[in-house]
């Protein structure tokens, strides 16, 4: 072959490397679940505009970043699969299917385990975690569950995972070797997000059928009811702030989000959020909330400084989960 041939070919290749170089160094997308809409929309972070939309399963409610930051997962609830999106560039990695009811997910921090809460059908599923394998999730455990199983999340150990169940008004701990239920308890109304502190000894649950946030110690077993802490009414979504003291909590009847000091357990400040606060993230600064107000079809960019709406950007119908790589360490 001419020479010439194998210096576009250089070209070629240095330039599909540059474009991708280019791509990793632009600030990360925002990705937010329109869920009636079977949608993802891409929001640029600079100019808080929607790029495009991407189709997904239906009824995509929540989402996830995996521990190694690679891949955002969308649960498609009623399409029982989940599409893996790239972070950095907002594309589409892979769709999974044969996943039931991935209503809410969650990863171990070690990605040794992978949970899926049936918010409709009323189980939690673990799954083992092979990557490498064409069907990467393999179910260790399905585990029937009352009514309505929620929100989940995992100590920092990766041995526990405790779910809300919604329409039940309990709470359960499952034991990750065992795949075995270790308690469940009744908590209070219709207990949705719960948040884990990051010494894993204790457990905030946000009660949206009232306006409290339920704090339990889990340095005990079962878990034991410790305070009420009033915050809003409809208390429903959590985020960490980043400075390992500080969460916020959407509180979706009052249009309001509260910060919570989970050290001295007080509510500290107040925030509005207008449209049915839902799911956030925190921008990297740990000063900037993305919240989705999902009755309003809008993604709401709060800044706590001066306690205020900065910015809102049209979406899809009944927007949930959001995220960004630009996120306030977890």
């Known amino acids: 072959m001419k020479p010439a041939f194998f210096v576009r070919l250089a070209f070629a290749a240095g330039l599909g490397l540059a474009l991708a170089a280019a791509a990793r160094a632009a600030p990360a997308p925002i990705i937010v679940l329109n869920s009636l809409d079977a949608s993802v929309s891409v929001v640029d972070p600079v100019s808080f505009k929607e790029l495009r939309r991407i189709p997904t399963g239906k009824e995509p409610h929540h989402l996830y970043l995996t521990p190694d930051d690679k891949s955002v997962i969308v649960a498609n609830a009623l399409s029982d699969s989940l599409t893996f999106i790239d972070p950095h560039t907002a594309t589409v990695q892979r769709t999974v299917t044969g996943i039931s009811d991935p209503y809410q997910l969650r990863f171990s921090p070690d990605m040794k385990w992978f949970v ?3 918010n409709r059908l009323d189980h939690i599923d673990i799954y083992r975690w092979e990557p490498a394998a064409p069907m990467p999730f393999r179910l260790a455990r399905r585990i029937a569950a009352p009514k309505t199983p929620s929100h989940l999340t995992i100590d920092s150990r990766s041995t526990t995972v405790y779910a809300s169940l919604q329409d039940s008004d309990q709470l359960i701990a499952i034991d990750l070797a065992t795949q075995q239920p270790r308690w469940i308890i009744p908590v209070g109304k219709t207990p949705a997000d719960v ?3 990051p010494d894993d ?3 905030l649950v946000a009660l949206t059928g009232d306006s409290y946030v339920e704090i339990y110690d889990l340095t005990v ?6 305070q009420r802490l009033k915050t809003d009414a409809g208390a429903h979504a959590f985020r960490a702030q980043g400075d390992g003291r500080h969460v916020f909590v ?3 009847v009052a249009d309001t989000i509260s910060r919570i000091d989970f050290v001295s357990r007080t509510v500290v400040d107040h925030y509005p959020a207008p449209g049915g606060p839902d799911c956030m993230d925190v921008l990297a600064d740990g000063k900037t909330i993305l919240v989705t107000s999902r009755w309003a079809r809008k993604l709401t960019m709060i800044d706590t400084r001066n306690r205020r709406v900065e910015r809102q950007v049209k979406v899809g119908r009944s927007p949930h989960g959001v995220w960004t790589l ?3 360490p977890r």
Request: charge should be positive.
């Open 116 to 118: 899926t809460a049936a």
């Open 201 to 203: 000894k204790t457990l």
């Open 326 to 328: 630009d996120h306030a």
């Open 195 to 197: 948040f884990i502190t």
């Open 221 to 226: 077993s079962p878990a034991r009811l410790v």
């Open 250 to 252: 959407s509180n979706r």
